[in-house]
């Protein structure tokens, strides 16, 4: 078991009632009410928690979103080069680039190899499609984002493992001479992860035997895709998955009691009690129609209201003392083969004292018990590789 | 004289179309010059007056664009003009009978797209409340961002009686059976994939309206608050020849909003 350090970077200090006014924590909250001297701060701390987490043996996940309180790193390449001058051995996953939404594939791919390089290889490189939200910033036509996914990782994939130019003239992407320099650190590429929560991007991702990282999806939701990744697999003839196919990310708070970690554990549910603007986290196509009107006709959808305790139940929140953390880490590795663990650390206002001492408690107390998990190959199961 | 919208029920034929290859649901009524009506981004429905009033002068026929209603989809269709082709190419199936052609709303801006390109087999052409053109500066919303608005909004933006608009128009909720919702959402889908980006318009298209060289009536609801009628005054403005008119109380639906105002208005014209 891998686990990984992350932060969104939040801008908590719009009043709620500005968030209430606009039905929105993201696009459309005035830019008037963020103040880039407190932002100035901010980053120093949100970076200095990276580094506290290289020192304490974790790995590090970074992320980007556009337009939001709700995060304030705009572009994952600029969070991971500034952490790779300042980081000596945690593996820096971006999860991800939002392929849909860069106007040029192949300028991803430059980027990523560059910083492949200069972290000599510490690079893991998640794609993801993008939630709702990021379509307004970029103004991505919502309808074609699966299309546009697919035709730039095809499009990245091969730019990093053909040794000469060659010419792409694609649906949304043409380059007459795609000659990426520098090849990656990593051959023939970074290790790459797809980020989902349907059928369709499961199947799509055990096609290519990348790992698949659900995120903040229920027990038996993710055993399901978990499942539906096996299914594929052995459809195909690959070997069963083992632990390092998949990640999940939960927020997670450790404390000395468990009373005093949902005490102060509540606090990550900033994140999640947002304001979600009804129209812009439903842009036109990026559901099918068939899938939106069943959620229309009220069934579907994520709980986003849930309350910490409904939350705990469903592994969503990961909180405790270290043993009742081995606990659950234990059985959510046992449950759902989970080989990486994307701890969400901090959320909202949470201090940086609290969230080190939590990641702290973490990385001396929990991470020894469940290291082992998934490290030892069983079948023809892929061993977890620990740096 | 009695309202032209009050005549007996017509019989709408309900047969698909096969244009290209693609099937696209279609109402069909009346006799005499074919009239193809394009529609907006609504969701046909037969108990619309107007399309009644219409079907007793001409034979009416009104297609749901691919990707809408229950039309298919062709999997590489991304682009305005691929509906475009295919009006074009229903147009030569009709084997050169000259056509009134009408567009509505969205449905206008394939229609002018059309004329620009060949008005050989249109005699007379129709614009309502017409989307496709951008006049103002980069600044200024055109047209309405229809997508971001809620139920409420929309019917505020594209009624001048917005209660009344509420009870006629379907619009997507819980209560809507579950194929017709699915109808509904497929125009939305549909509408974005075709008009996301430059939104709802074709950055060239105005330029080129000068090359429209059939009677032109560009007809618009003055309460329309989704696209002004200023912007149907400058739509009208670059057509040679063309004739600007205002329906009064009716906004940007005028077709369904004031019906025998509308026909009464068009009628003469799409007659002549």
């Known amino acids: 078991m891998l686990a990984y350090h992350f932060t969104e970077m939040p801008y908590p200090y719009v009043p709620e009632e500005v968030e209430k006014e606009y039905k929105s924590a993201r696009v459309i909250v005035p830019n008037s009410y963020c103040d880039p001297k407190i932002v100035a701060e901010l980053y120093e701390r949100y970076l200095d928690d990276y580094v506290y987490a290289d020192e304490l043996g974790l790995e590090i996940m970074l992320n980007e979103h556009h337009q939001t309180m709700t995060c304030l790193d705009v572009t994952v390449p600029l969070s991971a080069a500034a952490l790779i001058q300042r980081t000596k051995r945690a593996k820096i996953c971006i999860l991800g680039s939002p392929l849909p939404h860069r106007d040029n594939p192949v300028r991803v791919a430059e980027e990523l190899a560059m910083l492949d390089c200069m972290s000599r290889g510490r690079i893991i490189s998640g794609f993801v499609r993008g939630v709702p939200t990021e379509i307004q910033p970029a103004n991505t036509n919502p309808v074609l984002t699966r299309q546009r996914f697919e035709e730039a990782h095809d499009l990245i994939v091969r730019a990093w493992t053909t040794p000469e130019p060659f010419n792409w003239e694609g649906r949304f992407w043409q380059h007459r001479y795609v000659n990426v320099w520098p090849r990656t650190y990593q051959q023939p590429h970074p290790p790459i992860w797809i980020t989902g929560s349907t059928p369709d991007s499961v199947t799509w991702t055990a096609e290519r035997q990348y790992t698949y990282a659900c995120f903040l999806t229920p027990y038996e939701w993710t055993e399901g895709l978990v499942n539906a990744y096996r299914q594929r697999s052995a459809e195909l003839g690959f070997p069963e998955p083992g632990p390092d196919k998949f990640a999940y990310l939960a927020l997670c708070y450790t404390a000395e009691t468990d009373e005093e970690a949902a005490d102060y554990g509540k606090n990550l549910l900033w994140y999640l009690y947002r304001e979600r603007h009804p129209q812009l986290n439903a842009p036109p196509g990026y559901l099918p129609p068939q899938v939106l009107a069943k959620q229309i006709l009220g069934t579907a959808g994520k709980a986003y209201r849930d309350s910490f305790e409904q939350l705990q139940e469903k592994g969503i929140v990961l909180a405790g003392s270290p043993d009742t953390m081995i606990e659950k880490i234990t059985y959510l590795h046992e449950r759902c083969n989970i080989g990486h663990l994307l701890m969400m650390n901090h959320a909202g206002f949470m201090s940086p004292e609290k969230t080190r001492r939590s990641m702290e408690l973490f990385a001396k107390e929990v991470y020894p018990a469940i290291k082992h998990l998934g490290a030892q190959p069983s079948g023809k199961s892929e061993a977890l590789a620990l740096a | ?272």
Not at chain 2, 94 to 116: K, N, P, Q, T
Not at chain 2, 194 to 211: D, E, I, T, V, Y
């Open chain 2, 1 to 272: 004289m009695s309202s032209p919208t009050t005549a007996a029920t017509t019989a709408w034929q309900t047969a698909p179309l096969l244009v290209q290859g693609v099937e696209l649901e279609c109402l069909r009524a009346g006799q005499g010059a074919p009239l193809l009506v394009l529609h907006d981004q609504e969701y046909l429905n037969t108990e619309w007056p107007y399309l009644d009033a219409l079907a007793e002068h001409f034979e009416v026929l009104v297609p749901s664009h691919p990707g809408f209603g229950r039309s298919a989809l062709p999997e590489h269709f991304d682009a305005l003009d691929d509906l475009v082709y295919v009006y074009l190419d229903l147009l030569r199936a009709l084997e050169r009978r000259l056509v009134r052609l009408a567009g509505f709303g969205f449905g206008g801006w394939i229609a002018a797209e059309m004329a620009v390109r060949c008005t050989h087999d249109v005699d007379r052409l129709l614009l309502v409340d017409a989307v496709g053109i951008k006049v103002s500066e980069p600044t200024t919303r055109d047209v309405a961002d229809n997508f971001v608005l809620d139920a409420e909004a929309l019917l505020e933006a594209t009624w001048h009686d917005p209660g009344l608009g509420a009870r006629t128009m379907k619009l997507p909720g819980p209560k809507v059976p579950e194929d017709d919702l699915i109808a509904l959402l497929r125009n939305r889908q549909a509408a974005a994939l075709f008009g996301w980006k430059p939104f709802m318009h074709n950055p060239k298209l105005r330029a080129r309206l000068r090359r429209i060289d059939v009677p032109t009536l560009v007809a618009w609801g003055e309460s329309d608050r989704l696209v002004s009628a200023d912007y149907g005054r400058a739509f009208a403005a670059e057509i040679p020849g063309a004739t600007f008119e205002l329906i009064p109380n009716a906004g940007h639906f005028p077709y369904l909003e004031q019906p025998d105002a509308f026909v009464q208005r068009v009628l003469p014209f799409l007659s002549r």
